[in-house]
């Protein structure tokens, strides 16, 4: 348990920039999940805390103390990985003990430590197996269970669910919570999935291209979002994008497509991509008028996409309660308390000026 | 995707497998079942006549003092090979698996010498430690080492050892070069991040993990000593000085062809090839066993 802080991060293989410039500093005990596009240097960040990468530049402070020169079997951080990497040849019970063994402990205190994790994860049955005889569930609670029961000081983990099948990794995602909330350690956790990213942190880092794009609580992220890109990362469906300009003071914005959306409060600026979320389009409204591409019904709501008449970039997508019949054209109102304003250029917010 | 073709009739298949047959036959079945034969003989010294003696010859192999120290010595020679082959073999990989530069140079570099033919291997170990124009061999001397493998019999031991080692890192380097590389990373990674360091992390992790390939090279080095020393160690020493380089392979020469002990010569061949097919069945069950599981 201890506070993690990075300083400058910057991480380059060879000519090519993978981390920008990284400045991060965690509480005690505090989760944050790092989301992001495919290829955005997660994973580097992750094996760079883990001391696996070196960083170009910058600093890591693990508990007050600096890492960044330090081997990974000398920074007491356990990382769950994507595929387990479990010791293959290494019962349930070796597995576990591993570390514990490197740490000179008794052996009767590597008995008890270890059974107590197993009991945690519901492992008392299968702790002579070796990794092969477990599925695919079983070997994630292996590796949750290898870095617990080290009780180290940070936990990392890169995408740990991403192998498990729908169901259950909506329950080891509700484990992992419980286990990371119970037990106060630090964590780091990497994902592509926008809801574990939304349920698991208390604050969420959006990577874009090796800078931060936010760092904020999941809800704030989703409530203001920086810019376009970070928009367009939470929530599903993606946030409608459509653009235009700011005209009367800056209290509507004169949508390209067509109608005049007046605004609350009044913004700075010219150009502007007006971003508003499938839910917060309204049948019937009478803003824009769509031809409907495609029908999802998803049981109690239903996603009409279409475009707007006459502007096929502008395509659109509204999530509405109940069930919509086959329709070509539908029209549909914007629900302008609900909208976002980011700069046209840019792609920054833009909030009110008070 | 089933790419089989299939050919209708007999003589095609035939056909297509009589030369490597026809090979098999006059190469090794012939030969083979000559030793067996001539093994149960006994033929007067100038080939006129021939007696069936049974088992007689192997008899008087196995209580023949000589016979036995030569296995002995044959027992010791392959153990000394393989292990200071393979050790060597397992650091060269080790090092050629992390991620240096002029990898590549380097690793074909350690390939060459797989490529040399055994005597010609003797000839240049015979340039390095000859006494007398030898460039190791010479500056042991003149340093005041009595370096002289014609007249002491543990150093011709240790020339013929380095000798046919040398020659077979490349092929085991290869091996666990490939062992290393299909360890994943993450987990060695792991073992990093539960505390594990070099040497530990080593004997727990990376050296349980490519037992299959160690097994496979033991099975093959000792093989290799066994049988395919003989070209290296009768270019540097025949078997001498005395008989403390002579390894069951040599043996078999010097009874047979030197001193015309048909007799004796094929049972020794009999021995040999029981020995082969003995470990190569354990290696066959062994292995099987392996990829069934
Ligand atoms: N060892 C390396 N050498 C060179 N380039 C690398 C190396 N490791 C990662 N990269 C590059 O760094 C970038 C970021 O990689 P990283 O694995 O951190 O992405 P990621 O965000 O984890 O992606 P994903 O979501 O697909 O796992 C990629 O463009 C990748 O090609
Ligand atoms: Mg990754």
């Known amino acids: 348990m201890a506070t993690l802080e990075l300083q400058g991060l910057r991480k380059s293989f060879g000519a090519t920039q993978v981390l920008r410039q990284i400045d991060l500093s965690l509480v005690d005990g505090e989760m944050l999940v790092i989301v992001g596009a495919s290829g955005c240097g997660k994973s580097t960040l992750l094996r760079l805390v883990a001391g696996l990468e070196t960083p170009t530049e910058g600093r890591i402070t693990i508990g007050g103390r600096d890492v960044t020169a330090l081997d990974p079997s000398e920074r007491d951080i356990a990382m769950v990985f994507q595929n387990y990497a479990l010791y293959p040849h290494m019962s349930v019970f070796d597995n576990m003990a591993y570390g514990l063994r490197i740490r000179g402990l008794s052996r009767g205190e590597i008995t008890r430590k270890v059974e107590e994790a197993a009991a945690l994860l519901g492992l008392e049955s299968l702790l002579t197996r070796k990794p092969r005889q477990l599925s695919g569930g079983q070997r994630q609670r292996v590796a949750m269970g290898r870095a617990i029961v080290r ?64 760092l904020a609580t ?31 003071d800056g209290t509507a914005v004169q949508l390209e497509a067509g109608p005049l959306i007046p605004l609350q409060g009044h913004r700075v600026g010219d150009t502007v991509t007006l971003g508003i979320r499938p839910e917060h389009l309204t049948l019937g409204g009478g803003d824009l008028t769509l031809a409907v591409d495609l029908i999802e019904p998803l049981g109690s709501e239903t996603l009409v996409h279409g475009r707007v008449v006459g502007r096929d970039d502008d395509a659109i997508t509204v999530k509405v309660p109940g069930v919509v019949g086959l329709v070509e054209t539908v029209s549909v109102g914007v629900q302008a308390d609900h909208a976002h304003v980011f700069d046209g250029v840019t792609g920054k917010r833009i909030d009110p000026v008070k | 995707m089933d790419r089989r073709t299939v050919f209708n009739g007999r003589l095609l298949p035939v056909m297509l497998l009589l030369p490597q047959l026809l090979l098999t036959f006059f190469f090794f079945y012939w030969p083979a079942g000559e030793a067996v034969w ?59 698996d992390r991620s240096i530069s002029g990898r ?39 340093h005041g080492v009595a370096w002289d493998y014609t007249l002491n019999g543990a150093q011709a031991m240790l020339m013929v050892v380095s000798a046919s080692a040398w020659k077979q890192v490349s092929y085991n380097f290869i091996f666990f070069l490939a062992g290393l590389q299909s360890i994943p990373r993450a987990v060695t990674e792991a073992a990093r991040m539960d505390g594990a360091k070099g040497w530990h992390r080593f004997l727990t992790i990376t050296f349980p993990l490519l037992a299959p390939t160690t097994f496979f090279l033991v099975v093959v080095n000792v093989v290799y000593a066994a049988f395919d020393t003989f070209g290296a160690i009768y270019a540097l020493t025949q078997g001498g000085p005395g008989k403390d380089t002579e390894t069951l392979v040599i043996k078999v020469f010097r009874d047979g062809v030197i001193n015309q002990d048909i007799g004796s010569s094929s049972a020794q061949s009999v021995v040999l090839m029981a020995g082969v097919i003995a470990i190569t069945a354990v290696q066959f069950r062994f292995m099987g066993r392996r990829t069934v599981s």
């Open chain 2, 38 to 96: 001539s093994s149960l003989i006994t033929q007067d010294a100038f080939g006129q006549g021939w007696v069936f003696v049974g088992v007689d010859n192997f008899v008087d192999l196995f209580t023949d003092p000589l016979y036995l120290d030569s296995i002995v010595r044959t027992v010791l020679f392959c153990v000394a090979v393989s292990v200071l082959s393979m050790g060597i073999a397992l650091g060269l990989a080790v090092f050629a």
């Open chain 1, 218 to 248: 999941p809800m704030e992220v989703f409530e203001r979002p920086a810019d376009t890109y970070v928009a367009s990362f939470v929530g599903s469906p993606t946030m409608n994008f459509l653009a235009g300009r700011l005209v009367h």
């Open chain 2, 104 to 142: 590549g140079v380097y690793r074909t570099l350690l390939i060459w010498p797989y490529a040399i033919a055994p005597a010609m291997s003797a000839v240049l170990f015979l340039f390095v430690l000859n006494p007398r124009v030898g460039l190791l061999g010479r500056w042991l001397n003149h």
């Open chain 1, 151 to 214: 009780d180290p000081k940070l936990f990392l983990f890169d995408e740990p669910l991403s192998n498990l099948d729908a169901k259950l990794r909506v329950q080891m995602r509700a484990e992992i919570r419980r286990l990371q909330r119970r037990l106060g350690v630090t964590s780091l956790y990497v994902t592509h999935d926008q809801v574990e990213a939304m349920t698991l942190g208390d604050r969420l880092l959006i990577l874009h291209e090796g800078t931060p794009a936010q």
